[in-house]
């Protein structure tokens, strides 16, 4: 018990961390998107901190992620620089700069821990079944991950993997949707309604738990749960808020647009602490 | 030409255990075989392009040589950025196979039937893009898809009744099908084989000298082969395929460099710039767009007719 409270003080001790790298380093980037990459960023400092296995010495026997909705991906190119596969200093003469190796969108490049480009919608979930699929066929006990957006569970192409892998019965899948209820033009049940999300996955034969996006413990609790049912694709359906953390950004799909000036960073700033 | 895919194909895997054949349910009475030897090596993903192409990318991520198949318009057009994205822009080995091209799908309709995929494909860096006009030239570009691991492009339409080759294509020497000094043509894909019958037809009653050349393979362009091969002073191209971007380009493109000190005139046949969506057979949308034999061997005697 103690141990496991301590993984999560670190996990948490990250993610807030790198909450504040990403205020900091929009405003000094001039990036959007800030609102998405705090809504995904529990997330992901839980799936590769507490659950993932990563070894840079042997990529091979690393489990594979799709950052899918590569909108997000200044809180990518943070859980991969807390992993050491580039420096603070390399994240900021890389990101968004001409000639950089990070882009507003990933791009695949092993050495620095990306395992697959992103940036147009859609594609992640299918490219990582894709992955599932090799892995089962070679009896490889590496599992694929792919992070989502609801608003790009609009796509057909959700659908079709969605099928495909509960009949192939991907168990080695786990699709994480980030399901703020926000996208592009305002909000999903407005736009184009995805519910009943939970009980449409199911239909489709995949194992579902729907959990606080925002709760390491609850999200690593809900991801062992699923890796205990056998048989199944798993979707995580992780409720969370666009913005989190910062009040004047939650639950504003402008967070998505919107480019920080001086007086809006920091109060931004004070808002997290 | 579909066959010759599959029997290469069967070959082929049975020393690479890493080839899969993917298919978006389509391939009846084709794939059977391969099913059957390779059943966990055959998938079919169901009629969704577009995810046959994701799963493509992630297992050729995963070490895997990857076949899709389809009909060449759904393939294409459907899951045309999936391409552009995931296979080609980080370089994977998924060859993708076409079926039909052209007029093969008849009176099928414009949903089948294509004039403008390899103009398009054509502008994608690093696929290479084949379009076989017989069964040895279709062995013969597969040899280099099973040899190479890169993203890959194949138009398999129907192949003509007889080979035009007397032998085996070993070397890009082969695809010089006839010589001759009057004019030299161009020619790709399956419509060899009525420009094969309007050359040896006019050697016969006209007694012209036609060098035919045959190019399967459109990317990458072998330059060097196409301006050595000219020992004329008139070029035609010939193709079924809309007039931007094809071979018709290609020839024009390689001719800026032709250095030799000697004036080339310069032809093109190809698929005008409008939507192609008469209905007919092969035959007549292939009459339509003059590219029967007897249009092509007008074309041919009013060319070498032309004074310069």
Known sequence: ?273 | MRFVFVNELINYSKKNKNIYLITSDLGYRAFEKFAKLFPKRFINVGVSENNMIGIAAGMAASGKKIFVYSILPFVVFRSLEQIRNNIVHNNLDVNIIGAGGGFSYNVQGISHNTSEDISVLRSLPNLSIHNPGSRLEAEFVLKSMFKNNKPCFARLGKAPEIDFYKKKINDVKDLIITKGNDLTIFTTGNILENVYKAVKNLEKVKGYKIKLISLPTLKPVNEKFIIKSISTSKVLSIEENINIGGLGSIIASSLFKYKKNKRIHFQSLSLEDIIHNKIGSQNYLRKINKLNIENIKKIIIKFLREKY
């Open chain 1, 1 to 273: 018990m103690k141990k496991k409270n301590k993984l999560l003080d670190k996990i948490n001790f990250i993610a807030k961390d790198l909450k504040k790298k990403i205020l900091d380093i929009s405003f000094k980037k001039k990036a959007h998107h800030i609102g998405s990459c705090l809504s995904c960023i529990d997330l992901l400092c839980a799936l590769y901190f507490g659950f993932m296995k990563i070894d840079k010495k042997r990529i091979y026997k690393n489990d594979k992620f799709i950052m899918s909705k590569g909108h997000a991906a200044l809180s990518y190119y943070l859980v991969l620089m807390k992993h050491k596969f580039f420096s603070e200093k390399f994240l900021m003469n890389e990101y968004l700069t001409d000639n950089g190796k990070l882009g507003g969108h990933p791009d695949m490049n092993m050495k620095l821990g990306i395992d697959f480009s992103s940036g147009s919608l859609g594609n992640g979930i299918s490219v990582a079944a894709g992955m599932a699929y090799a892995f089962k066929e070679d009896k490889k006990n590496n599992k694929v991950f792919a992070l989502i957006g609801d608003g790009e569970c609009n796509e057909g192409i959700v659908w079709e993997t969605a099928l495909f892998a509960g009949h192939h019965k991907l168990e080695n899948l786990f699709v994480i949707i980030d399901y703020n209820k926000l996208q592009g033009f305002g909000s999903t049940d407005k736009i184009l309604n995805l519910e009943p999300l939970k009980s449409k996955f199911e239909s489709f034969n995949w194992n579902v738990i729907q959990t606080d996006g925002h709760d390491i413990s609850k999200i690593l609790r809900s991801l062992t749960q699923l890796n205990n049912k056998k048989n199944r694709p798993n979707l995580l359906i992780a409720n969370t808020t666009k913005g989190k953390g910062v009040k004047f950004m939650e639950n504003k799909f402008e967070s998505h647009y919107e480019v920080l000036n001086e007086k809006k960073y920091n109060l931004s700033i004070k808002n997290l602490n």
